[in-house]
């Protein structure tokens, strides 16, 4: 609900607090007054563009501030918490403009963008002027009218959501398959190169292995004629080397009982002894591995080639980086079979999808076809009260294939003379008409759409008498459970008001401004006579003004 709207330094208006009632707000006044300049400004707080023209002293900033209280609006609550706005008891949006043009938006304090202030006070307000009647001419608003009123908003959500992800799925289909279609082109020469990979098996750390194999096979005559040496020298010849120190480990042995130190040192020639015959062992043994063999060195040098040139085709630094371009092949080629089986799942997901999604849309189109003559008996009634007789409204709903917003292709057609001839509103109503057709349309769904403050601007231009009379009654019908706000030439409406504003201009300073205050119950009844009977209204108008008003 909104109950309060402060405004400065806008347009003719220099500062202004205005409160409204819970129920039924009406604004009159005189001609030019800046009735309408209150909406425009309101719109400022609400998310409409600004521009300079709207200042009204260009050396102070332009404000504008709209408090409303927010109880009980889910989705309002939900947008809160997405936008990190604080809940509060009270709502204040706000709108500040600086002579640079610079606009800054807020939201209990909180700054936002114009898009976040325009989206919460769309679910604050529904904000009805002149030639917001076109709206009605709109697919997707009589889609929505169609759907409150058919209790099917829900329904509508869930389809959203289950077609949001089946759109989703379905690009993600196309890019997998595009995908697979350029890997397709790829695939062959993949596999090649992964197939001289997989032949050449390059292992970590086999080009060092490699390498020093290579150099001990080009240097086996001289390791072996070297070793051979050594272990001669050890064990065979006329005086083998471990024969003499094992003479000479046994004179030590001989002697020790002479003296103490010679324990220690014949043990330490025994010592050498066993290390030098281990070490000739290990030399004979060596040496009957170490062969002299071409053919390895040939295999050797040709598997070295063959890492090279792949190392240089693929324009690597060394052999071993062949082994991670290898494994990513193999992952390159695994993931084409990845792709398939993530495109066979998508293309699963897709069929339940679309089979959930004509399940909630078929169940929304029955909804649709069955509330069509509910609410256009409705429609015809309410047309009558508010002076349309022989005016009827036709809904057509044309079953077709899943689209955003269900099956249905939806068509508001309307009759103003009974004349059997239904043609799309824009073509067959007048601006009034349609004022009134928006306003029983509204009504009707008011409480489907979560719509706590219903604002119409002049929605009663083009009518008069009973009519508007009739209008007043459906607005006061309205306000028993909306907060409704009207601005009105209409005396029939405006003697519904339970809380009647009066704008009108004043001389501050030498500047014409706008002013507006609350009319007390006298004042009110004065208001609607004038609007009646003229400026000086006759004691008839003032009776006819208080019966309006029920107040004889």
Request: glycine share 6%; with cysteine; net charge negative.
């Amino acid at each position: 609900m909104l109950q309060r709207l402060l405004i400065q330094n806008y347009a003719i208006i220099s500062a202004l607090e205005i409160d409204f009632s819970s129920k039924l707000s009406i604004i009159t006044g005189e001609t030019g007054a800046g009735k309408s300049i209150l909406m425009g400004a309101l719109g400022l707080a609400l998310g409409n563009r600004a521009d300079l023209s709207q200042l009204g002293d260009r050396a102070k900033k332009l404000i504008v501030e709209a408090t409303f209280t927010s109880q009980g609006n889910s989705n309002l609550k939900e947008l809160l918490l997405e936008s990190d706005i604080d809940i509060d008891a009270e709502l204040i949006l706000r709108r500040e403009i600086a002579a640079n043009g610079k606009s800054r938006c807020f939201v209990n304090d909180t700054p936002v963008s114009l898009g976040v202030l325009e989206s919460i006070a769309s679910l604050l307000v529904d904000l009805h002027q002149q030639f917001d009647t076109l709206q009605l001419g709109n697919k997707d608003f009589q889609r929505t009218l169609l759907d409150a009123s058919a209790g099917s908003m829900h329904l509508m959500n869930e389809y959203a959501k289950l077609y949001t992800e089946y759109v989703d799925v379905s690009k993600k289909i196309v890019l997998l398959k595009q995908q697979i279609a350029k890997a397709d082109q790829e695939r062959e020469y993949t596999l090649f190169l992964l197939t001289e990979l997989d032949e050449l098996n390059w292992l970590e750390g086999e080009g060092k292995q490699l390498e020093e194999e290579l150099n001990v096979l080009s240097h086996a005559e001289q390791i072996r004629d070297g070793l051979s040496t050594i272990s001669y020298t050890l064990t065979d010849g006329e005086q083998p080397m471990l024969a003499k120190l094992k003479n000479m480990q046994s004179v030590l042995q001989s002697l020790a009982s002479y003296h103490a130190d010679l324990h220690s040192m014949a043990s330490r020639m025994g010592a050498a002894y066993l290390e030098l015959k281990d070490l000739s062992g290990e030399l004979q043994s060596m040496m009957n591995k170490i062969l002299v063999d071409e053919k390895r060195m040939d295999q050797i040098n040709e598997r070295l080639s063959n890492s090279q040139r792949l190392v240089k085709k693929h324009g690597l630094v060394s052999a071993d980086e062949l082994v991670a371009l290898r494994s990513g092949f193999h992952k390159e080629v695994k993931s084409l079979e990845h792709v398939q089986d993530e495109l066979d799942a998508c293309e699963k997901e897709k069929n339940l999808l679309v089979d959930q999604a004509y399940k909630v849309a078929n169940e929304i189109h029955e909804k649709r076809v069955k509330q069509v003559p509910v609410l256009e008996k409705s429609t015809k009634e309410l047309l009558a009260r508010v002076g349309m007789p022989n005016a009827s409204l036709k809904i057509e709903v044309k079953k077709g294939e899943l689209s955003p917003v269900g099956l249905d292709q939806i068509s508001f057609l309307f009759d103003a003379n009974k004349s059997g001839n239904y043609e799309p509103l824009h073509k067959v109503a007048s601006g009034g008409e349609l004022s009134r057709l928006m306003l029983i349309l509204k009504s009707l769904v008011a409480d489907s759409l979560e719509m706590p403050t219903l604002i119409f601007d002049e929605i009663d231009t083009g009518i008069s008498g009973e009519a508007a009379r009739q209008v007043g009654l459906l607005m006061e019908e309205l306000a028993d459970s909306h907060q409704l706000i009207s601005i009105t030439h209409q005396p029939q409406i405006a003697a519904k008001a339970d809380y009647h504003l009066y704008v009108f201009k004043r001389e501050v300073n030498g500047m014409i401004t706008t002013g507006i205050k609350q009319l007390l119950p006298d004042e009110s009844i004065m208001a609607v006579a004038r609007m009646l009977a003229g400026e000086n209204p006759s004691e008839a108008a003032i009776a006819s003004a208080k019966e309006m008003m029920g107040r004889n």
